[in-house]
């Protein structure tokens, strides 16, 4: 099977009609198991009390964040150079997921920060292109919106998509090339030394699936929202013209 | 309950309100699937009749 399968509008929605609803009963199950068994089960961190069992949806929602508008960067560049319309409308159907995922991260990031560090906010490197990260998001939401062309609208939010994955990287590895920020370094390693305790790292392993599910199941809905409001629109465009 | 000690307010207040985001984009999502849906199959109706 070729990813170029998922192209034709039809295939995307024989295969997401059944793999969408496996992704969200996946998606809750992991998120139930990971947040219960972290937030009721695992001790409190010498150092940082209680405030860790935070580092269950904080890590995952950057994470995804992130994750959410490189997927858009792929999905934006297949448009601009193969012009398959499902992959533009993938994005679109991404971005209000990513913003979701960037606000939580954010939210719990401040709301951790503000016992760990004395402050909610710093304009450090990570948090700050964090910040910059989410601003695009709502540009690009917003850009979609403002104009009628489908088309355009594709390529204005892709090459948007371009720019703003300057800010996806850099909130992402800003705090391996800046040392001046509050904000320590990564939290999983595959070096075992610097990655967390395994009694936070398994329960966080969870959460991470539950959301990269919840992401999956959440775009294959709301793409196939988009394919049919594009195919409602037609429609209604014909009537008008038969009514005319 | 955990034992939460003196920063039970910023976790609980971290865990209610990501969770409520993430409910409030689950059923905005659905609610936009159903309504598109419908009106997707009134449409095809008309176009049919």
């Known amino acids: 099977m070729s990813l170029w399968e998922f192209a034709n509008p039809r295939r995307f929605m024989a295969f997401t009609d059944r793999w969408m609803p496996v992704a969200l009963v996946l998606s809750a199950i992991c998120l139930v198991v990971g947040l219960i068994w972290g937030f009721f089960f695992t001790p409190d961190d010498f150092r940082q009390g209680s405030t860790v069992k935070i580092i269950y949806l904080h890590v995952p929602s950057a994470m995804m964040a992130i994750n959410a508008w490189v997927m858009m960067l792929v999905a934006s560049l297949i448009w601009l150079i193969r012009r398959h319309h499902v992959s533009a409308l993938a994005a679109r159907a991404a971005a209000p997921v990513g913003v979701t995922f960037t606000l939580i991260a954010l939210f719990t990031g401040a709301i951790w920060g503000q016992p760990m560090w004395g402050t909610w906010w710093a304009w450090e490197p990570r948090l700050t292109s964090f910040l910059i990260l989410f601003l695009f998001y709502l540009g690009y939401v917003a850009l979609w919106e403002a104009i009628e062309d489908p088309d355009t609208a594709a390529d204005l939010t892709s090459i948007l998509c371009l720019v703003g994955s300057v800010f996806a990287l850099l909130s992402r590895y800003a705090v391996n090339f800046w040392n001046q920020g509050l904000h320590q370094g990564a939290t999983l390693s595959l070096d075992a030394e610097e990655n967390i305790s395994d009694v936070f790292y398994f329960p966080l392993l969870v959460c991470i699936a539950g959301f990269i599910l919840l992401f999956v199941g959440l775009v294959f809905m709301r793409t196939r929202t988009e394919i049919r409001a594009r195919r409602l629109h037609a429609l209604e465009l014909r009537e008008r013209m038969r009514d005319a | ?49």
Do not use: T
């Open chain 2, 1 to 49: 309950m955990p034992d939460l000690g003196k920063y039970a307010v910023e976790v609980l207040s971290a865990y209610g309100v990501s969770i409520a985001l993430l409910i409030v984009i689950v059923l905005l999502s659905a609610a936009r699937a159903a309504r598109v849906g419908r009106q997707l199959a009134e449409a095809e109706e008309r176009a049919d009749g």
